[in-house]
């Protein structure tokens, strides 16, 4: 990995600081009263601060509320809270920080640095159950060499004992007078502020203000964008580029770096990619979906009923299957009442299109009982109708077909006993004929073949916080969604919304198939989200599947590989030949982890999973995981595990600015290759116009010469539905009729289509010595060494044209070319890419227009 010296660019950019600063490099104090505290306003949530005094009166803050360690436990928003944070130097020398998570929590944390930048691992002690922590304070003991936490909890005080921060003794109850609060409010420029105060030599301040000033100017760098490139530019003409290949230098590179990452977000997969067309088919909708904070969210969901005579009720008696308690009763006094479903914001229809009804039902008294499947358009009209005949005392599935007289982008399904009495429903579905490659149970073909445009050579699935879930009971469980449908088991969705299942993973490996990309399922680590919600004993994280499971949980990742690899004659090979498909699927990679917090209890658990597959499967490659960003504990943590375990590839993710991907195209240059392969699983920049795209571009063109250390990339989130979206931005948006792919999604896609595993180094001279200049200008060149065709990818993220030069030799002599260039305002939400043919000679001459992309394809 790279790193950055700090203190040096640091000193560096002093010469533009404040005048404060400027005198205090002449005139250094030896010493200064430190304080440190979190602003209240926040509750925290902005991290530890520091402030310096030369007298314990003037106050100076470092960093301006910089955060110089945030805490990670809980979910976004409400928490990762850091209330009255206690910060105490050791007799080692080594820096400590306990503070409050939240008022009603049992658990407090902990964190440790050697120079109050570089932060260890976070922990969460439990405290016993019902037990609140507030204002910690810390005493060291020096005869028992221990450190006494006071602390309250209510109107009661307490303390634990702890010689390590690791191992920490049961609480016990204390007087009043044995609890004393030593911290002290100052008055800062902000206002007052309540914290501790210690003594530190001034090259402390000298180096935290340093990190600060250097998180400053990256900063600055990010906040780069097209806004202000009139003016930056406005002086700019027309540049002219001489560009050299030096083939002797090329090198081999990963031939899989183009993929896609699916994630159940956005309404995904139910209502997206899978093509099911009803709602709560399964009656499952529960409100613990959305954390008890929707009541209308419950098995009636999507559903209604049209006449007084027909009663609606859920029932969970006599269940069709356990892991779908829930089924509908109708209860008819009269005929005319029905049932209805509108789908996913309406059902859409095509003309003449077959569409296949389901449903299981059952008659209590054994009567024979019909039941009018009808599709109806909003003016009431009807669009298709079948009858479907029900005896059975038993559950039994039934069918019929359904052909649209006309299109419809928002019908709504209906169901209406022909009889009075009492029929029973579950897993009512309708399923277009029309699916990708015609898969039973399959994809919606748009989006599908969409995604598959890109020519992906791997899909991650089926998440990332998906796949480990809110909480110990929501880990992801593959073993939940093969089989049959009805035997599938909904979950909630960490996004708060509801996984039927049905797209699962059969459905995944399946797909890859089907467009030829490797399978990359990820599974959690034994740990759930970092971002959590629901920890074993009623907190948040960071909990940990029970030592006494782990063998279980161990041995399903084991039959995973089995089911994928497997003959069919296996035990879990035989569940995939079964479900039609007798060959393996031939799993190579499987994602260990995703963004989890790197502790103790992580490293216990992703330590035993990894030896159990190096074990039993050597042949598979686990990819492990660094974090949520790339920089911070996580990230170091996680690599120092990755390396220290030789772990073969790890999980990079990163979302930032366009700035950001323009000012760090050498990211990876100077990547140890010697260590652990990076997977960059999750990254974009913030936004869906034309200058986040070609600064993605950019980024990639990067990224390509550095495929021999960077073997996999992919985009994410992948799809979002409009009107359920729940981040943004995303690469390829979509309605109930429509497939909107971004700018962002054409970069990717001109990636993917031209795509080799040979680099061929270039050297770039252009008509400007200017560093801002230069970095606007991206060139790529990569070979595929199967049928020899080269790509040259450029990218010209200037306001003006840039003329090319670059000389060929034998790689483009008398050969046709085909160009494909997407260019446009920088603003731009819409861009097409024009595809042209042209013919080379052995010196390729060109313009590149601004704000452009263009890849040309010589074939041999």
Known sequence: MKKLNARILSLLLLFTASGISKILLANEPDSVYFFSYATTKDQGRSGLHFAWSADAKQWNPVGNEFGYVRCDYGEWGSQKQMNSPYLFRDAHGIWHCIWSLNETGSQFAHAASADLITWGRQVYPYLPQHQTFRQPVVQYDKSNQQYIIKYLSGNQHFRIVTKDFKQFEPAAAISAAEYKDDRTTVNLPSGPATGTITRVAWPVIAQLTDVWQLAQYRSSQNRESFNTDSTRYGNLKQLAATITLQPENKKAISDLLIGVFFEDINYAADGGLYAELIQNRDFEYTPADRKYRDNTWNSKHSWATSGQQLVFSIDSTTPLHANNPHYAVLDATQTGGALINSGYDGIPLKKGDEYECSLFAKNSDGKSRSLLVKLVAQDGSTLAQATVRTRATQWKKYSTKLVAANDAKDARLELQPQA????????????????????????????????????????????????????????????????????RKPQPNIWRYHQSAGLGYFEYFQYCEDIGAQPLPVLAAGVPCQNSGIGPKGGGQQGGIPMSEMDEYIQDILDLVEWANGPATSKWGKLRAEAGHPAPFNLKYIGIGNEDLITDLFEERFNMIYKALQQKHPEITVIGTVGPFHHGTDYEQGWALASKMNVPMVDEHYYESAGWFINNQHYYDNYDRSKPKVYLGEYASWGNTLFNALAEALYLTNVERNADVVHMTSYAPLLAKEKHTQWNPDLIYFNNTEVKPTVNYEVQKLFGNHAGNEYLPSNVKLTSDDEAVKKRLGVSVVRNIADGSVFIKMVNLLPVPTSIKLDLGSLGAGTKAERSVMQGQPGDKEVAVKVSAMTVTNELTDVLGPYSFTVYKISK
Request: glycine share 10%; hydrophobic share 40%; aromatic share 8%.
């Open 420 to 487: 009075t009495g009492r029929i029973m429903l579950d897993m009512i579905s309708l399923f277009p004929k029309k699916t990708f490659k015609n898969r039973k149970n399959g994809l919606r073909p748009d989006l599908a073949a969409t995604v598959a445009a890109i020519r992906p050579r791997f899909v991650r699935f089926p998440g990332g916080c998906v796949a480990h879930g809110d909480g110990l009971e929501n880990i992801y469980r593959w073993k939940n969604t093969i089989g049959a449908l009805e035997a």
